[in-house]
């Protein structure tokens, strides 16, 4: 019998799917699949056959589609990714459907309409590298649409892709801005403060492995944790600086849109028992380099290899710190590196402050503490995610107290770790009935890390709910310009409205809870506020449909019973409840 010969072919070979597409589904499955199918019905399909491409398959929000030719697949490409920043264009960011695309030019086998080999392969993982809105290109397809796609790319280097032989050198799109932000002025840079000031960018995970992304950003996590101990550094905090994941940056863009002196970036590549760290300290202003180096470490070593790179960059920017000073930076570890991934793995789901993914943050930081009952950050996220289940998911006494119980346990455990005293404080004050160990919690998180963005927004909160108006205020202000992108900016947003509402600025407290809206849109407390400030300056008709949205959100909400719940002084709650009675909404 003769051997049957495979059809085999050289195509370019698009690949795509959906940024964040589980998430989307899991706050809104039918809300989600109708807006990917109006995308795909409306633009993307028709684009695709515009550019004589053929889809050869669907699997729920990915694609994969064969062009005969690099050029019409990366143009069309192109065209997807600016047409859908134009089409998200009013689009709140958690709604959003944006596309991650990687194209790749190769030998492919063609059986049953199905297409497989390695040109399938690598387009598959170019995809699962780029970023949100993102086109990725092997350096094969760069040589063939150079010079004749209307595009600016950038060379981000060779990358070791999963389960790929050798490493691709990868092109990215530097991607126009969208007519909508192109309309808008870009904001004047950020003063630099008086002293050194630094963000630490997300590391690339070189490991081929996405999977092992936490563990790389949880070393940058400690990297930051540790400069921020120096008292004479200002250090931007995480999640203003995790913003550019994933993206191809300029540094000196990064220095002035968070008013930096110093950028440090970097790489990790884990592998075979081994950890591969380099890194590179650059002076924003001149994209000078500063000081550069590379650390081979056993796994096993890998909490000192995190002091060590730590120690190296404080003493690059300030050399003249004292060696005290310096030693602070050292941080006790948690005993167990299980527990630590839990954590880590734990920290998205915690910070959402929503009860479904409290929830689900809880059943791995339960593992955390059966294995380290004494890890004091993983009782601080445990006492935040009972606190949400409580504030926000029924006001049930056993999730306060378990809060209540896991805060104090987080102060007792975690004396020099600032991220864990922050949220055991903001657990405590949110209770009103203990603020003065909520306060003592935020200043011994001050005197270990005085950069601590966290610390002040969530001391805001507890300031404004208190009734100390003006101290809400500063620590509002301090936090949002320590952290400019924090997505816990909408409690900054929120704890300046109340300060603002409590001094009958009502004009200035409008704009503040609109603020709060915009950065969380389902926390019901920002439109509570924006209710009664609207209600306050005479726009009923605004106010009642802030309420309205109130109540979507949360339909068992009454003004007197979720104030006391959040520790709000009796003169604030009157003042509030007056106005909100104005809306409609139940007191």
Not at 407 to 418: K, L, R, Y
Not at 424 to 451: E, K, R
Request: proline residues 4%.
């Amino acid at each position: 019998m003769a051997e049957q010969r495979l059809e085999r072919r050289l195509s370019a070979i698009l690949a795509g799917d959906v940024a964040g597409y589980s998430r989307l589904m899991g706050e809104d499955e039918e809300g989600t699949l109708a807006r990917l199918n109006a995308h795909r019905d409306e633009f993307l399909d028709p684009k695709i056959a515009e550019h004589r491409g053929r889809i050869v398959k669907r699997s729920g929000d990915g694609i994969l589609i064969e062009f005969a030719s690099a050029v019409d697949a990366t143009r069309c490409a192109v065209e997807i990714q600016r047409g859908m920043g134009e089409r998200n264009g009013a689009v709140l960011p958690d709604k959003r459907i944006e596309l991650r695309i990687g194209i790749h030019v190769g030998d492919i086998i063609i059986a049953e309409d199905d297409i497989f080999g390695d040109g399938v392969n690598i387009a598959a993982r170019l995809e699962g590298i780029a970023a949100p809105g993102g086109l990725s290109i092997s350096e094969d397809t760069w040589r063939q649409v150079r010079g004749k796609v209307a595009a600016d790319f950038v060379d981000v280097g060779e990358k070791h892709l999963k389960n790929i032989a050798r490493p691709v050198r990868v092109f990215q799109l530097a991607l126009a801005p969208t007519t909508l932000a192109a309309a808008e002025a870009p904001p004047p840079p950020l003063t630099l403060p008086d002293k050194p000031s630094i963000a630490v960018l997300p590391f690339q995970n070189m490991s081929g492995d996405a999977e092992q992304d936490f563990f790389t950003d949880g070393m940058v996590e400690d990297i930051i944790s540790g400069l921020s101990r120096i008292k004479r550094l200002f250090v931007i905090a995480r999640n203003s600086s995790f913003i550019y994941k994933g993206r191809a940056v300029d540094v000196k863009q990064v220095g002035r849109e968070l008013g930096v002196r110093y950028v440090l970036e970097g790489s990790v590549r884990k592998a075979a028992g081994s950890v591969r760290v380099t890194a590179q300290l650059i002076d924003a202003a001149g994209g000078t380099h500063v000081w550069a180096e590379r650390y081979d470490r056993k796994s096993d070593d890998i909490f000192a290899l995190q002091d060590e790179l730590t120690l190296a960059v404080v003493g690059a920017i300030e050399p003249s710190l004292r060696l005290a000073e310096i030693e602070r930076v050292k941080r006790k570890r948690p005993d167990s590196l299980g527990a630590y991934d839990l954590v880590l793995q734990a920290q998205p789901d915690t910070y959402s402050r929503m009860p479904a993914r409290s929830a689900k943050a809880l059943v791995l930081l339960e593992r955390a503490l059966a294995l380290d009952p004494t890890y004091a950050l993983a009782h601080a996220y445990a006492a935040e995610c009972h606190h949400a289940l409580y504030a926000r998911g029924g006001l049930a006494e056993e999730n306060r107290s378990a809060s209540l119980r896991h805060a104090q346990a987080a102060i007792a455990h975690g004396q020099d770790d600032a991220l864990a005293l922050s949220f055991a404080g903001f657990s405590i004050g949110m209770d009103g009935h203990d603020s003065a160990t909520a306060f003592a919690a935020f200043d011994a998180a001050l005197a270990v890390s005085p950069s601590s963005a966290l610390t002040y927004i969530l001391g805001s909160a507890i300031y404004a709910w208190g009734g100390e108006a003006e101290r809400a205020i500063e620590w509002a202000e301090r936090g949002l310009r320590l952290s400019p992108f924090d997505p816990w900016r909408a409690t900054a947003f929120i704890a300046t409205a109340i300060g603002h509402f409590q001094r009958e600025r009502y004009q200035h407290a409008a704009p503040a809870a609109h603020k709060a809206v915009q950065s969380s849109p389902g926390f019901s407390i920002s439109y509570v506020l924006l209710a009664a400030a609207l209600a306050k300056l005479g726009r009923l008709d605004e106010a009642k449909a802030a309420a309205a949205r109130v109540m979507e959100l949360q339909p068992e909400f009454r003004s007197r019973r979720h104030f006391a719940a959040v520790g709000c002084v009796p003169p604030l709650a009157d003042a509030l409840c007056e106005a909100l009675s104005l809306t409609g909404l139940p007191e």
